[in-house]
């Protein structure tokens, strides 16, 4: 089991960046496959970035491929999100989440992960 915990997110303008953080507790972090997701309100929550166990493999949804960089350091049980030239639309309370399953390519949707952390809310003004 694993618990997770995230930071970082704020009040930023738009065309800023900001990095979220998630803390893992419990073992055996670098067995699970990691991923962001994130949710505005009365919508569903939204696939954002996610790695493979192995950290190989990352992928990106349409909207944020080229300006989000997700990162694990399996030594020191964190996750990271790196985002850049932030726009309006990227308002949302965000989640990291961990998956046991561990296929080859990134797990994209929400009922394939397991844990999830209490989210950080990241604002964009414009």
């Known amino acids: 089991q694993v618990q997770l915990v995230e930071s970082g997110g704020r009040l930023v303008q738009a065309g800023g960046s900001l990095r979220l953080s998630c803390a893992a507790s419990?073992?055996?972090?670098?067995?699970?496959?990691m991923g962001w997701f994130r949710q505005v309100p009365g919508k569903e929550r939204e696939f954002v970035a996610g790695?493979?166990?192995?950290?190989?493999?990352?992928y990106y949804s349409s909207p944020v491929k080229g300006r989000f960089t997700i990162a694990r350091d399996d030594a020191k049980k964190t996750l990271s999100l790196q985002m850049n030239s932030l726009k309006s639309e990227d308002t949302a309370v965000y989640y990291c989440a961990a998956s046991g399953l561990t296929p080859a390519q990134v797990l994209t949707s929400p009922r394939h992960y397991d844990y999830w952390g209490q989210g950080t809310q990241v604002t964009v003004s414009s």
């Open positions: 419990g073992r055996f972090f670098s067995s699970y496959a």
């Open positions: 790695i493979t166990r192995d950290g190989r493999t990352t």
